[in-house]
Nanobody
Framework: QVQLAESGGGSVQAGGSLRLSCAAS????????MAWFRQPPGKEREGVAA???????SYADSVKGRFTVSQDNAENTLYLQMNSLKPEDTAMYYC??????????????????????WGQGTHVTVSS
C-alpha cells in the first residue's frame, strides 16, 4: 500500500507559477510510475504529466513547455512545477502511482485505470 498526499495548490493570476508536491508513504521500495492528473470543473479527469523510475518524463500537449514534473527519491516526494499558468489550468490536481517499468509508464501513464493509488487532490485556481 502507498499513501499519497498532495499540497501546494492555491489561487494565482494568469502568467503566475505554482509548485505542487505529492508526499508518498508506505511501501515505496518498489519502482513506481508517478503521475499528475487534473479535473477541471464539470470535466473529466485528464493526465498532465508523469515520471518513471528511470527519471523519464511524459507530458500532455496542453502543458508541454510550461509544466515540469520531477521527484526527490530520498524524500519520496513528487513535484509539479507549473509556470505561465492559464485560466484553463484551473482544476483539482491529483497525484497517482502504480508499480511499473519505465516502458509501461511511458505508454500507459495517461490512462485513469492504469494507476493503483491516488491522493485526495489539491485545488488550483488561475484567474485572468
Amino acid at each position: 500500500q502507498v499513501q499519497l498526499a498532495e499540497s501546494g495548490g492555491g489561487s494565482v493570476q494568469a502568467g503566475g507559477s505554482l509548485r505542487l508536491s505529492c508526499a508518498a508513504s508506505g511501501n515505496t521500495a518498489s519502482s513506481y510510475c508517478m503521475a499528475w492528473f487534473r479535473q477541471p470543473p464539470g470535466k473529466e479527469r485528464e493526465g498532465v504529466a508523469a515520471i518513471d523510475s528511470d527519471g523519464g518524463t511524459s507530458y500532455a500537449d496542453s502543458v508541454k513547455g510550461r509544466f515540469t514534473v520531477s521527484q526527490d527519491n530520498a524524500e519520496n516526494t513528487l513535484y509539479l512545477q507549473m509556470n505561465s499558468l492559464k485560466p484553463e489550468d484551473t482544476a483539482m490536481y491529483y497525484c497517482a502511482a502504480t508499480p511499473a517499468t519505465p516502458t509501461w509508464c511511458r505508454i500507459s501513464w495517461g490512462y485513469l485505470g492504469s494507476h493503483s493509488y491516488w491522493g485526495q487532490g489539491t485545488h488550483v485556481t488561475v484567474s485572468s
